[in-house]
């Protein structure tokens, strides 16, 4: 008789590859979440700023106005279209500004150690220890607020992250065979880190940039419900919070539409960081 038998590290392999259905929910949501920042002007149903006091503080289910309205009579689905796109911009260009700040920094310090080294670590303790969102408003109250002021000042959110994690792998590579034997055969230091030591070092650094991302949103977010984040006529997630806040109790719609896409995006993309992190850790 014939046993047919279920090969183990094919099966294996296959149930790792599934998607878990939380992990395949979040990316789903994410992605609609970058349709609607690109074809912004596609999906708005009305201009953000056109006003129709006939139909102030309609109920979410009014014909032509899915999510209701607000207290100017402003579309809330249009407005809150808008405001994922102000919010995904600013995230996004704050984390690859962070990123890319923070792991220069680390190889900086790898690379010269000595004085370098420690001039790095001292303002990555500084940068730890300083209250980012009391520092934010100082500077966004004395420069003012703008779409460039606001990825630049969030582009400095966490970038000591990236600093020691490079700073250390860096460390652990260059002392590797691989790195000194580049290294013998003649290639410039910056070849060296670019081709050999961050292709090593990259997926720790996505991870990073996935848990830092939905930070950076509620950071902005919180800037934006203090009135000193995305200034009107534009509109973020945060500032529909903001401005929403003062008719909780008559229309909690305008509030709580905004919140909620707050509260499922940075949960959506913590759970796919999470499941990002255990793909690519070897160790797991």
């Given at each position: 008789?014939?046993?047919?038998?279920?090969?183990?590290?094919?099966?294996?392999k296959?149930?790792?590859?599934?998607?878990?259905?939380?992990v395949?929910?979040?990316?789903?949501?994410?992605?609609?979440?970058?349709?609607c920042?690109?074809?912004?002007?596609?999906?708005?149903?009305?201009?953000?700023?056109?006003?129709?006091?006939?139909?102030?503080?309609?109920?979410?289910?009014?014909?032509?106005?899915?999510?209701?309205?607000?207290?100017?009579?402003?579309?809330?689905?249009?407005?809150?279209?808008?405001?994922?796109?102000?919010?995904?911009?600013?995230?996004?260009?704050?984390?690859?500004?962070?990123?890319?700040?923070?792991?220069?920094?680390?190889?900086?310090?790898?690379?010269?150690?000595?004085?370098?080294?420690?001039?790095?670590?001292?303002l990555?303790?500084?940068?730890?220890?300083?209250?980012?969102?009391?520092?934010?408003?100082?500077?966004?109250?004395?420069?003012?607020?703008?779409?460039?002021?606001?990825?630049?000042?969030?582009g400095?959110?966490g970038?000591?992250?990236?600093?020691?994690?490079?700073?250390?792998?860096?460390?652990?590579?260059?002392?590797?065979?691989?790195?000194?034997?580049?290294?013998?055969?003649?290639?410039?230091?910056?070849?060296?880190?670019?081709?050999?030591?961050?292709?090593?070092?990259?997926?720790?650094?996505?991870?990073?940039?996935?848990?830092?991302?939905?930070?950076?949103?509620l950071?902005?977010?919180?800037l934006?419900?203090?009135?000193?984040?995305?200034?009107?006529?534009?509109?973020s997630?945060?500032?529909?919070?903001?401005?929403?806040?003062?008719?909780?109790?008559?229309?909690?719609?305008?509030?709580?539409?905004?919140?909620?896409?707050?509260?499922?995006?940075?949960?959506?993309?913590?759970?796919?960081?999470?499941?990002?992190?255990?793909?690519?850790?070897?160790?797991?």
């Amino acid at each position: 008789m014939t046993v047919t038998t279920v090969n183990p590290p094919r099966f294996a392999k296959r149930r790792r590859a599934r998607l878990p259905f939380t992990v395949q929910l979040a990316l789903f949501w994410l992605l609609a979440m970058v349709i609607c920042a690109l074809f912004v002007d596609l999906l708005r149903p009305y201009p953000i700023t056109q006003m129709n006091l006939s139909t102030r503080l309609a109920p979410p289910g009014t014909p032509g106005h899915w999510l209701g309205t607000d207290e100017l009579g402003r579309d809330v689905l249009s407005r809150l279209i808008q405001s994922v796109r102000s919010s995904l911009v600013i995230a996004f260009g704050a984390t690859l500004l962070s990123a890319f700040f923070g792991t220069l920094l680390g190889f900086m310090a790898a690379k010269f150690r000595g004085v370098v080294e420690h001039v790095v670590v001292m303002l990555a303790d500084f940068q730890a220890a300083l209250p980012f969102l009391i520092m934010s408003l100082a500077v966004l109250a004395f420069f003012g607020s703008s779409m460039l002021l606001l990825v630049c000042l969030m582009g400095f959110y966490g970038w000591e992250r990236y600093a020691r994690i490079t700073r250390g792998l860096a460390i652990s590579a260059s002392a590797q065979g691989y790195a000194a034997a580049v290294v013998q055969l003649g290639a410039k230091p910056s070849r060296v880190y670019l081709r050999h030591i961050l292709p090593n070092v990259a997926s720790t650094l996505i991870v990073s940039m996935t848990l830092t991302f939905p930070e950076i949103i509620l950071m902005e977010s919180s800037l934006s419900f203090l009135g000193l984040g995305v200034q009107p006529p534009d509109t973020s997630l945060g500032n529909m919070v903001g401005f929403g806040r003062e008719y909780l109790t008559t229309a909690p719609w305008i509030m709580l539409s905004p919140a909620v896409v707050i509260v499922l995006t940075t949960l959506a993309i913590s759970l796919a960081g999470d499941w990002l992190r255990d793909r690519l850790d070897p160790t797991l």
